[in-house]
Structure formats: structure tokens, C-alpha cells
């Protein structure tokens, strides 16, 4: 019990101390980059320490047989097509609508295909959605 104490309060500061330098520190060019990168390292060696010293090798088999196996890997795959055809989704906007912004500036005689593009963009993770739909149904 006071491991765990331990380490939500290792966890809380190893957030909070990158903040509190970036937010009390002079702001340069890189401090915001050097924050992230400190804020990272420290919340993820706390992770994988706490990792280490909660589960500490017990390993314990459930009884369930194989029929919650199945069950478990169509909730993961369902999971994964949902997530990352979102990731797809979200870097071919990004992409997308920018160069839409960029066109519209130019010309504003353009903006139906530009709304297409970003619309053809976005259905990707539609896709994603419709076929973690079908793994489950």
C-alpha cells in the first residue's frame, strides 16, 4: 500500500516538475521541446518502475477456457481498426485541409472540391468504425 502511494506521488510530480519549469522558467526558443522531452522521460521511466515494483512476476491463469480468448482478441482487433483508421483519418485531414486553406486563399472558386477532398479524408475512419462494427456483429 505505501508502494502505491509512492508512486502516484513519483507519478504526479514527474508530470508536474517539467510544467513548473517550463511555466517558471525564462521561455526561449526550445524550452517548450526540452519540457515535453524531460516530461516524457520522467513519466515514462515512473511508469516502467512502477511496472517493475507493483507486478512483481506472480503470473496467474484464468479458468475461463478458450471461448473468452476469442472474445478478448475480436474486442482488440475491433479496437485497432477503430483507432488507427482515426490516426489515418486524422493525419490525411490535417494534410488535406490545409492545402484546401491554402487553395482557398488563392481562389475561392475552388471550395466544393476542396470540401470533397477533406470529406474523402475523413471517411477513412468511417471505414474503421463500419468494420469494427462487423467484427463484433
Known amino acids: 500500500m505505501v508502494t502505491k502511494i509512492i508512486l502516484v506521488a513519483i507519478l504526479i510530480f514527474s508530470m508536474g516538475i517539467p510544467f513548473g519549469g517550463y511555466i517558471l522558467g525564462k521561455r526561449k ?38 471461448a473468452a480468448s476469442v472474445e ?14 482515426c490516426i ?27 470540401l470533397i477532398f477533406v470529406a474523402l479524408a475523413e471517411s477513412i475512419a468511417l471505414y474503421g468504425l463500419l468494420i469494427s462494427f462487423s467484427i463484433l456483429g
Not at 475480436?74 to 488507427?84: D, I, K, P
Not at 493525419?91 to 475552388?110: N, Q
Request: aromatic share 8%; net charge negative.
Open 88 to 114: 489515418g483519418a486524422g493525419v490525411a485531414v490535417a494534410s488535406a485541409a490545409s492545402a484546401a486553406i491554402g487553395a482557398l486563399s488563392e481562389d475561392s472558386s475552388v471550395m466544393g472540391k476542396a
Open 29 to 66: 526558443a526550445g524550452s517548450a521541446k526540452v519540457s515535453l522531452a524531460v516530461g516524457l522521460v520522467l513519466f515514462f521511466g515512473t511508469v516502467v518502475t512502477a511496472d517493475i515494483l507493483l507486478f512483481s512476476g506472480h503470473i496467474y491463469a484464468a479458468d475461463t477456457g478458450a
Open 72 to 85: 478478448g482478441w475480436r474486442y482488440m482487433a475491433a479496437a485497432l481498426s477503430t483507432g488507427l483508421s
